[in-house]
């Protein structure tokens, strides 16, 4: 069975990591996140623009992070997911912020950006990875054998969710729910785990109708 | 910055599994591998017909690779990659019998093949998760806008370590080495990791020279 399955991290196994910078700073520019607007470039706009304003520096970042925990249930949640399939978390937060608590999570596989800081510390840049990277990774993990199970909660996932065999929300805002009515949406790790387990014994039939393809061998 | 690293595991991060269970049953058979046969076909038709001759089951295979564990600082140096780069493990081995001990590598991501067993519990065949693989998922991943850096010890990952930015052996057999003598090579895990940060760093200068194509933003 080639399965992999892509996350979402922020909104699915912990808090908005803009939003407890935004509690942690006062600085209400933090506090939009990509499930009020899907264009991170406009999202980082602002948020670099308050950030050199206050002179926001990498380590005020991960100390104002350092408390941040995963959701109840989130690690258990993951670490059934690692157990039964490969898994990325695919995210469009940046790695000098997810870093900082990514023990937590248990060092998961992380796909995400990263941060531009000057000679001060002082954070004023970012580099995408790549981008629109969601759906890019569902493509390349596709070329390379796999077939994708996704959940994210958020505008910048829908792209993923579509492009996955088996997508899903978790924990979404009602309206983006309602605006992509034919996507499944759960509210609880156990109902997605179940909706994922269901997905893989309809993908595995799938496989095994095309066994000579990928190459089974039975002695 | 955007790398990503693709390890072997058998024989790089800890001792061969069929080896593991050549030891326990005394089945010779087992003994090959990948470091001499880079034919995964060849390799596992033996392997199989030994397994249906005495009756190798899953669970005796567990029981066989229940004490197998990490060669001395791979835990350490593999938790050293990851907090550095995203990191995949990328094997011929099959999940069946590496998720026995993917726990003391805590949990990575690796991308492997799956065995097939009867009703009886017994090992009957394999199913290849993609035929050749490992230089697959070098060029999926680099699809998906990764530089790719990459170390293995035997013949099914010259092609891995040749499509990677920057490839290496690491305890490959003297003859193997020999024979690509291009390819740098290695003996400890820390001359390794030298390896993939002088690497990362030429890699980072590349991007640096395409900034706009990689969308850096400052504000």
């Not at 970042?61 to 695919?90: C, H, K, N, S, Y």
């Not at 997810?98 to 998961?108: A, C, T």
């Not at 950006?113 to 390349?140: C, M, W």
């Not at 309602?178 to 759960?186: A, E, K, N, Q």
Request: net charge negative; proline share 4%.
């Amino acid at each position: 069975m080639s399965i992999c399955v892509t996350l979402d991290i922020e909104g699915v196994l912990l808090p908005e990591l803009w939003t407890a910078l935004a509690d942690h700073t006062g600085e209400d520019a933090f506090r939009r996140t990509t499930t009020e607007e899907g264009d991170i470039a406009v999202l980082m706009h602002d948020r670099l623009a308050a950030a050199r304003a206050m002179g926001l520096t990498r380590s005020w970042i991960t100390a104002a992070l350092t408390d941040v925990m995963p959701f109840a249930g989130a690690v258990e949640f993951l670490q059934a997911i690692r157990g039964r399939w490969p898994t990325i978390l695919v995210s469009d937060t940046f790695n000098e912020m997810i870093s900082v608590v990514s023990h937590k999570l248990i060092w998961p596989t992380i796909f995400c950006h990263s941060l531009q800081f000057d000679n001060e510390g002082i954070l004023v840049g970012y580099r995408l990875r790549q981008h629109d990277q969601k759906p890019k990774v569902v493509t390349a993990l596709r070329s390379a054998g796999f077939r994708i199970m996704a959940a994210g909660d958020s505008l910048n996932d829908i792209g993923m969710l579509r492009s996955a065999d088996a997508g899903a929300f978790i924990n979404a805002p009602a309206a983006i729910r309602r605006s992509h009515p034919d996507l499944p949406g759960f509210e609880t790790y156990g109902t997605l785990f179940a909706f994922f387990e269901e997905a893989a014994e309809r993908l595995e039939v799938l496989e095994s109708s095309s066994i000579g393809r990928l190459g089974v061998f039975q002695c």
